[in-house]
């Protein structure tokens, strides 16, 4: 079974840093695509970018790009996205999500990770 | 690149159809026919409906069904059910710069 596994909640103050994780099981994980999505409280979702695990290759989109960094440790089936300071408008849940190869839907998603950036 | 456009808001009674549409330009939707649609339930994860315009993945149902026209996709529910009240979003694949934009969404409530 395919899964994706979220790291907790985080509430964190601004300016601080944060790097969030989702761990992948149940497929092979350096065979996909994991991307990320930001859903702000009552909005829609925003597609955050991707990356191919089996070769760290990364796609940001133009409205993240140098505002997040996404990473991965494929050792431990890992993907992560973090922040280097964070502001208030950080503040939104975290998905994230596999793209199925040589598309570009995403079929199984993580349950999410909500932060909060608060003084 | 903008956000595709999607109505706010769609309302339907039980057993009727609904058709949710998601409007975006020459660059995204009218280029490729890598449309998918999600479904959100309220503090839930989006849900994979439908995937390049018109294919359904295992286990969605066939009441659901996607289409596209030009620069607009989209959704159709068939036998509307109380269980489908949820949030609904369009993305489509925009190119090797933007890669993927979504919808805003579409809240549909069941009357």
């Known amino acids: 079974e395919v899964q994706l596994v979220q790291s907790a909640a985080e509430v964190k103050k601004p300016g601080e840093s944060l790097k969030i994780s989702c761990k992948g099981s149940?497929?092979?994980?350096?065979?996909?695509?994991i991307g990320w999505v930001r859903q702000m409280p009552g909005k829609g979702l925003e597609w955050m970018g991707i990356i191919y695990p089996g070769d760290s290759d990364i796609r940001y989109s133009p409205s993240f790009q140098g505002q997040v960094t996404i990473s991965v440790d494929k050792s431990i089936t890992t993907a992560y996205l973090q922040w280097s300071s964070l502001t208030a408008s950080d503040t939104a849940m975290y998905y994230c999500?596999?793209?199925?190869?040589?598309?570009?839907?995403?079929?199984?998603w993580g349950q999410g990770t909500l932060v909060t950036v608060s003084s | 690149q903008s956000a595709l456009t999607q109505p706010a808001s769609v309302s339907g009674s039980p057993g009727q159809s609904i058709t949710i549409s998601c409007t975006g330009t020459s660059s995204d939707v009218g280029s490729y026919n890598f449309v998918s649609w999600y479904q959100q339930n309220p503090g839930k994860a989006p849900k994979l409906l439908i995937y390049e315009v018109t294919k359904r993945p295992s286990g969605v149902s066939n009441r659901f069904s996607g289409s596209k026209s030009g620069n607009t996709a989209s959704l159709t529910i068939s036998g509307l059910q109380a269980e489908d009240e949820a949030d609904y979003y369009c993305s489509s694949y925009a190119g090797s710069s933007t890669y993927v934009l979504f919808g805003g969404g579409t809240k549909l409530t069941v009357l």
């Open positions: 999500a596999r793209k199925f190869n040589n598309n570009w839907y995403f079929d199984y």
């Open positions: 149940g497929y092979s994980f350096t065979s996909y695509w």
